[in-house]
């Protein structure tokens, strides 16, 4: 079910799933990322996770994010509480236009984090845990500094986790990657290191993208079924 402000219901998490949309990000892995989080909501992992709560009902909005002023919300807040809803969350992202190539030269993350905590204040649900699930492939070069962004949304009560993505296949950088780099994995400690926080965070590394679907689904039972 669609959650519509002042509805007030009680879920057992709030979770805002920000996908990177944003230039480094290429054809094959923005496809990757879109499919997977919806072939995830359809296995029965993930389902269960949302039914074991303590209310057996968890509240999802999709979002995705690129550069500073360039962040849009996908599919709005639902209320996933029985295998309809669920049905119905993932024809909504499947069915919604993708983000062909990448939007934008910046990876914004700060100003995704901050766009991302903005969604909890009119979602119209409450609840005692408030996750945003941040997936990105580079390090935020652009917008207000990410302690400063990481700071306000951990002050908020919110939970920040992340899916880190480092395929050198993809490196936009080409032959010049060590210049901007300091090391193959700096993306994933960047995450670990800056981006996650609060009770429980944690972040799942990709490297390979033959991974990324099933990391999109641990990650998602994971937090969803966290106590």
Not at 24 to 52: K, T, W
Not at 119 to 141: E, P, V, W
């Amino acid at each position: 079910m669609e959650a519509r402000a002042g509805q007030a219901i009680e879920v057992d998490l709030q979770l805002v799933l920000a996908a990177d949309v944003s230039g480094s990000m290429s054809l094959s892995e923005l496809r990757l990322q879109r499919d997977g989080y919806v072939d995830a909501f359809r296995q029965g992992d993930v389902a269960e996770a949302i039914l074991s709560g303590a209310l057996g009902r968890v509240a999802v909005t999709y979002v995705e994010w690129a550069g500073r002023d360039d962040q849009v919300v996908v599919v709005p807040w639902m209320v996933l509480a029985d295998g309809r809803d669920i049905a119905d969350f993932t024809r909504r992202l499947a069915a919604a236009p993708a983000a062909v190539g990448g939007r934008g030269s910046h990876t914004t993350l700060s100003s995704g984090l901050l766009f991302c905590a903005r969604q909890f204040r009119a979602s119209g649900l409450r609840s005692y845990r408030k996750t945003i699930d941040m997936s990105g492939d580079g390090i935020g070069d652009d917008g207000p500094p990410i302690a400063w962004a990481r700071e306000q949304v951990l002050g908020e009560g919110i939970t920040i986790n992340g899916l880190s993505v480092e395929l050198p296949e993809t490196n936009p950088y080409g032959p010049f990657a060590a210049m901007f780099r300091s090391s193959p994995g700096d993306v994933h400690a960047y995450y670990r290191d800056e981006v996650i926080g609060g009770p429980g965070a944690f972040v799942l590394a990709v490297n390979d993208l033959a991974d990324f679907p099933a990391a999109i689904r641990r990650k998602l039972v994971l937090e969803i079924a966290s106590r």
